[in-house]
T-cell receptor
Framework: DTGVSQNPRHKITKRGQNVTFRCDPISEHNRLYWYRQTLGQGPEFLTY????????KSRLLSDRFSAERPKGSFSTLEIQRTEQGDSAMYLC?????????????FGEGSWLTVV | DAKTTQPNSMESNEEEPVHLPCNHS???????IHWYRQLPSQGPEYVIH???SNVNNRMASLAIAEDRKSSTLILHRATLRDAAVYYC????????????FGTGTRLQVTL
C-alpha cells in the first residue's frame, strides 16, 4: 500500500497558463475525490468519481476546471487560464465504495502558486 | 450537511491528556461523527469515527454525548507529533459520499 500519490507536489505558473495535476489513488479504491485548500481554511470539496464516472461537482469547480478519470484508475485535474485566486493546495483522496466508516485516504497535496 | 462547531485553537502540555470538543446540535439520527487531523504541510488523515457509542482505537478515543449533540476527541497522552488541526465532521449513512470540512481546532503541544 503506497498511499495516494500526487504529482507534481509544487507548481508555480504564470497567470493565464494551464496546469494539470495527477493523482494515483490507492490500488483498488474505486472512489476518488478532489479537494482544494487555502491557507487557514479546511479542505473544500471539488468533485468525486466512482470508477470512471464523475458523480458530483461542486459549484467551486468553474468552467476553467476539468477533472477526468479515464480508466477508473488515476485522475487528472486541469486548470485552464489560471488566475491568482487559484493559488491553493489541491488534495486528492481515495476510498472504497462508501461504507460508513470507510476511511478516506488523502495524498499530500499539490501546491499551486499563480504569479 | 449538518454543521459542527469547534474551538479555533487549544493548547496542551506534552504527555497530558487532551480533550477536543465538538458541538453538532443539528445532528440527525443517521449522521456518523468523524474526526480527521491534518499535520503541517500534509493531507488530512483519519483519526476515528462513531455513531452512538464511545469508540477507542490506537490513536484516540471518541466520547459521544447521550443526546449526540456533542462529542469529544480524547488524546490520552499528547506528544509534539500530535500538533495538528483536528476536524470534526458529520456524514450521512445514506447517499452522501464526501466529507465537508470546517476550519477545525488547531492543537498546540508544548514541552
Amino acid at each position: 500500500d503506497t498511499g495516494v500519490s500526487q504529482n507534481p507536489r509544487h507548481k508555480i505558473t504564470k497567470r493565464g497558463q494551464n496546469v494539470t495535476f495527477r493523482c494515483d489513488p490507492i490500488s483498488e479504491h474505486n472512489r476518488l475525490y478532489w479537494y482544494r485548500q487555502t491557507l487557514g481554511q479546511g479542505p473544500e470539496f471539488l468533485t468525486y468519481f466512482q470508477n470512471e464516472a464523475q458523480l458530483e461537482k461542486s459549484r467551486l469547480l468553474s468552467d476553467r476546471f476539468s477533472a477526468e478519470r479515464p480508466k477508473g484508475s488515476f485522475s487528472t485535474l486541469e486548470i485552464q487560464r489560471t488566475e491568482q485566486g487559484d493559488s491553493a493546495m489541491y488534495l486528492c483522496a481515495s476510498s472504497l465504495n462508501w461504507v460508513v466508516g470507510n476511511t478516506i485516504y488523502f495524498g499530500e497535496g499539490s501546491w499551486l502558486t499563480v504569479v | 450537511d449538518a454543521k459542527t462547531t469547534q474551538p479555533n485553537s487549544m493548547e496542551s502540555n506534552e504527555e497530558e491528556p487532551v480533550h477536543l470538543p465538538c458541538n453538532h446540535s443539528t445532528i440527525s439520527g443517521t449522521d456518523y461523527i468523524h474526526w480527521y487531523r491534518q499535520l503541517p504541510s500534509q493531507g488530512p488523515e483519519y483519526v476515528i469515527h462513531g455513531l452512538t457509542s464511545n469508540v477507542n482505537n490506537r490513536m484516540a478515543s471518541l466520547a459521544i454525548a447521550e443526546d449526540r449533540k456533542s462529542s469529544t476527541l480524547i488524546l490520552h497522552r499528547a506528544t509534539l507529533r500530535d500538533a495538528a488541526v483536528y476536524y470534526c465532521i458529520l456524514s450521512y449513512t445514506g447517499t452522501a459520499s464526501k466529507l465537508t470540512f470546517g476550519t477545525g481546532t488547531r492543537l498546540q503541544v508544548t514541552l
